[in-house]
Nanobody, 120 residues
Framework: QVQLVESGGGLVQAGGSLRLSCSAS????????MGWYRQAPGKQRELVAV???????NYADSVKGRFTGSRDNAKNTAYLMMNSLKPEDTAVYYC??????????????WGQGTQVTGSS
C-alpha cells in the first residue's frame, strides 16, 4: 500500500510564508510527477505546481514568483514553499503523485489535504 501524508498548513497573515510537505510511503518502486493542487470554498480544485522527477517545476500563473515547488527524491518528499501569501491563496492544499508500485503498477495518489489560510 502506498500513501501520501501532508503537513505544514496553517494560518498566516498576508505577506507571510508557509512551507508544505508531502511524504510518500509504502511499496514504492518509483515516484514520477508530484504536484500540488488547491481547492477554495465553492471553487473547483486547481493546479498550483507540478514537479517532475528531475525537479523542474511548472506553476499556475497566480503563484509564479511567490511559490516554489521542490522535491527530495531520497526522502520521497515534495515541498511547496509559499511566500507573499495573499488572502486569495486561502484553500485546502492537496498533494498528488504518480507512483509506480514495486509490483510495477501505476498509481495516482492524493494526500489528505491541509488547510492554508491567508488573513488580511
Amino acid at each position: 500500500q502506498v500513501q501520501l501524508v501532508e503537513s505544514g498548513g496553517g494560518l498566516v497573515q498576508a505577506g507571510g510564508s508557509l512551507r508544505l510537505s508531502c511524504s510518500a510511503s509504502g511499496s514504492i518502486f518509483r515516484i514520477n510527477a508530484m504536484g500540488w493542487y488547491r481547492q477554495a470554498p465553492g471553487k473547483q480544485r486547481e493546479l498550483v505546481a507540478v514537479i517532475n522527477s528531475g525537479g523542474s517545476t511548472n506553476y499556475a500563473d497566480s503563484v509564479k514568483g511567490r511559490f516554489t515547488g521542490s522535491r527530495d527524491n531520497a526522502k520521497n518528499t515534495a515541498y511547496l514553499m509559499m511566500n507573499s501569501l495573499k488572502p486569495e491563496d486561502t484553500a485546502v492544499y492537496y498533494c498528488n503523485a504518480d507512483v509506480t508500485s514495486i509490483a510495477l503498477v501505476p498509481i495516482n495518489l492524493w494526500g489528505q489535504g491541509t488547510q492554508v489560510t491567508g488573513s488580511s
